[in-house]
């Protein structure tokens, strides 16, 4: 699914915005693509109309307009964004993704927005499992540092899906004993899949990322990197950051 933005008042997950105040290397002449992958919510999601929204959209949208820039939201398979990046496919990648050494080879990251996560894996309550060591086969989303670090720091069957949608049927009907992602992800998992549970305690390790979750630009492009580094300050600053998390039950 693709989203355009149109001139106009700041919308929620939707809208083209172009103001005053961005840097005047920037090219404003162009439409810059922003690349997500929308079944992660709740940074990303689609809603009940097919539209995308989540706290990233809504910080993308804020960004946008307040650096100048037409932007264009692309819904695409997770582990193709950095390549698609790389090739000049898409100008940027919002996706709650954190920079990790190997991603930071093929682009450049903006500041973090929201502080690292912790990771959990979850599963089904009627599995009855007490620790990770009950676990034999483990889903992940292909292409992210949960998987990265599956295998390279456990002895589990790996099973790597294209969406976070896929693998929550896998888990549902036991083709999988367990699914790693982020608390903050797994929270809305949660609350709206009463037999899911999480299993063994939350995880932190270097691989999941060296920051929290950031924007993605093309390392050529430093001008749109230092407009949305100056934009998030201001998103901090202003308060606008902390608006989302309470719109979207964040606590980090």
Do not use: W
Request: neutral net charge; contains cysteine; charged residues 25%.
């Amino acid at each position: 699914m693709k989203k355009l933005f149109k001139l106009g008042l700041l919308a929620a997950s939707m809208g083209l915005f172009v103001a005053n105040g961005a840097s005047a290397a920037l090219d404003k002449s162009k439409t810059y693509i922003v690349g997500t992958e929308a079944t992660y919510a709740p940074y990303e999601y689609l809603n009940d109309k097919g539209q995308i929204e989540g706290f990233d959209i809504d910080l993308i949208n804020y960004i946008c307009q307040d650096i100048g820039i037409t932007c264009k939201i692309e819904n695409q398979a997770f582990d193709g964004l950095f390549s698609n990046l790389n090739f000049k496919k898409i100008d940027l990648v919002i996706a709650g993704v954190h920079p990790t050494e190997a991603r930071l080879k093929v682009a450049a990251f903006s500041q973090e927005y929201l502080p690292k996560e912790l990771n959990v894996y979850v599963t089904l309550k009627a599995n009855n499992y007490t620790a990770t060591t009950d676990l034999k086969t483990v889903g992940t989303q292909a292409g992210t540092s949960q998987a990265k670090y599956l295998d390279e720091k456990t002895k589990f069957k790996v099973v790597k899906y294209q969406t976070n949608d896929l693998a929550f049927l896998d888990l549902k009907a036991k083709r999988i004993d367990a699914y790693i992602l982020s608390q903050e992800v797994a929270k809305p998992l949660l609350a709206s899949t009463p037999e899911f549970t999480t299993v063994g305690e939350p995880i932190s390790d270097p691989l999941f990322g060296l920051t929290g979750p950031a924007i993605a630009v093309h390392k050529q492009n430093k001008e749109l990197l230092d407009a949305i580094n100056a934009s998030l300050e201001k998103a901090k600053n202003t308060g606008f950051i902390d608006q989302l998390k309470v719109k979207y039950n964040m606590n980090n």
